[in-house]
Structures are given as structure tokens and as C-alpha cells.
């Protein structure tokens, strides 16, 4: 391993009037050292007016997701070393606002996911109130939407999705793939209603499953499936 990498990271300043640029850093580089360590490092020790965002440390909160060489990846779940490379090209997610450095405005996400009404629909409005009984369900009906509730809303899928960028107005892998987690859940009452949301042009049809959005997803979700399984329910009626 390398005793230095070079960190080019992406500045940007809304008081510059818009205009990005590249700085570089000569970073030192210890053993499990991660790129948002890296970071910190830049921040702490060279350049304090670096902008980031972070929390856990621990892939779990989903706030630091960025550009590493061209492709979308939390910060802190991507050591230096196995990048194996001597200059690192830092950058902020696509498809959304930068606010400042490799800080993105995600309000957008959250906009969309409420569009498509990512929770539980229940009829039985009563019940809820008062409850009397549980909403059991069986393993088979756990495993329809399980692997989707391991989203963490980093928001990586929607940066890599080329059809975002093309299109601003699709609504984009990770709102959609919220929306069939309840889809397939045996607890939802939502159902055409659901569907109806999404069997349109900016909805599931949109999709060229180019499949990015499953390949750089960093807790093994499939947004791509999830599209498709919603377009086979579309069908269906
Ligand atoms: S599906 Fe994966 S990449 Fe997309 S927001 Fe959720 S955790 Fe992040
Ligand atoms: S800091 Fe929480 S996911 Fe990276």
C-alpha cells in the first residue's frame, strides 16, 4: 500500500456563482483507513473549509454517499487500499443539487417517496385505533418484501440512475422500490391504488433497466427487480 494517495476532491461554493472545481490533497494512508477518513483527515489537518456529510461511520445511516472514481459509494464502507489506485477523484452524488462540496440536497428523494405513499395503507382505520389483534404473516409473505427494507435512503441507486439524469421527472429506482416493499407487503390494503401511481410514463415504464442502480446499491438491494416486479403487477390490472 501506498504511504500517500493524492485525494482530487470536488469544490463547490454557492457564493462562487456556481462553478465547480478540483483540489488536490496529499493524503497519508494507514492500514483500514476508509475514504471518509481521508476526508476527516483533509478537514481536520489541511483544508477546514471541505464540506461533508457523515454520522454513523458504519454504512448504516446513509449520509455519506458520494462519487469515488466515477462510481457511487459510501464513504465510510470503501477503503483507500483496496481502490489500489495512487489518485482518488472524490465527487458529489448526480441527480441531485450540490449545496456545497460533496454535499447534495436530497429532498427530492424524500419528495418522490411521499408522491408514492411509502407506508402501510390500512382500511380498517377503527382497528388501528383500538387494536385487538396482531397482522401475523407467514415467512413466505416476509420474504416477498424483506430485502427491501434493507434500504438505508443513501440515495447512491437514484445518483447512478441514467434515466434521473436524462429525465428528471422519473421518479427513479429507490422511490419505487419504497413503493413495492408496501406493494408486497400481506399487511397493505394500497394496492390499485398503488398501482395506479405508477403504471405511467414517469413511473415504472420510464425504466431502461440499465441495472446501475442495483449494481452500486451498498446493502444488496435490487431496485431493478423491484421496477420490474411492479411493471409485471401493472400488467396484471
Ligand atoms: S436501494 Fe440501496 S443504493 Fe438505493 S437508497 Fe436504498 S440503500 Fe441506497
Ligand atoms: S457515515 Fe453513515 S453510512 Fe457512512
Redesign the pocket.
Known sequence: MAASVKFRVYRYRPEDGGKGFYREYEVPVKKGMTILDGLLYIKESLDPTLSIRYSCRMAIC?SC?MRVNGI?T?ACHTQISELRRRVITVEPMKNFPVIKDLVTDMAV?FKKQRALLTWLIRRDLVEQENPTHQYIQSDEELERYLQ?T?????????S?CPVVSTFPDFYG??PL??MYRYFADSRDEGGKERIDLVDKFEGVWRCHFAGS??M????????ALAIQLLRRASLRG
Open positions: 446513509g454517499g457511487e459510501l428523494l427491501f434493507y434500504c438505508i435512503q443513501c440515495g447512491l441507486c437514484y447512478a429506482p429507490q422500490m419504497k442502480c442495483s452500486v446499491c451498498p446493502k444488496g438491494v435490487d431496485p
